[in-house]
Nanobody, 118 residues
């Protein structure tokens, strides 16, 4: 089992920044990738960024150049630094874990709300 706890969401003005954290506990050695996803009201959950155990990262086109995913293995924490935020970034942001030898994200946190508004 893997547990994920997100934090760091809030209200920010357009152009501002936030850093989300995802604390990972449990059987962390079973994890292949950690991902950040987001879900706006009435919409599906979409990929934002993912990072592998070796630090390789990928991003959705909509956030490239503005967001950065990173990990601190000593703290078992994955971060999402979000800069130049736009109103369309408003969503609940979820942290997910993809176990090794699987194709899906089988573990999820409870989510943290990010609202970008003036």
């Amino acid at each position: 089992q893997v547990q994920l706890v997100e934090s760091g969401g809030g209200l920010v003005q357009p152009g501002g920044s936030l850093r989300l954290s995802c604390a990972v506990s449990g059987n962390i050695f079973s994890i292949y990738r950690i991902g950040w996803y987001r879900q706006a009201p009435g919409k599906q959950r979409d990929l934002v960024a993912t990072i592998g155990s070796g630090g390789d990262a990928n991003y959705a086109d909509s956030v490239k150049g503005r967001f950065a995913i990173s990990r601190d293995n000593a703290k078992s924490t994955v971060y999402l630094q979000m800069n130049s935020l736009k109103p369309e970034d408003t969503a609940v942001y979820f942290c997910g874990a993809r176990p090794r030898l699987t194709t899906g994200y089988g573990y999820w946190g409870q989510g943290t709300q990010v609202t970008v508004s003036s």
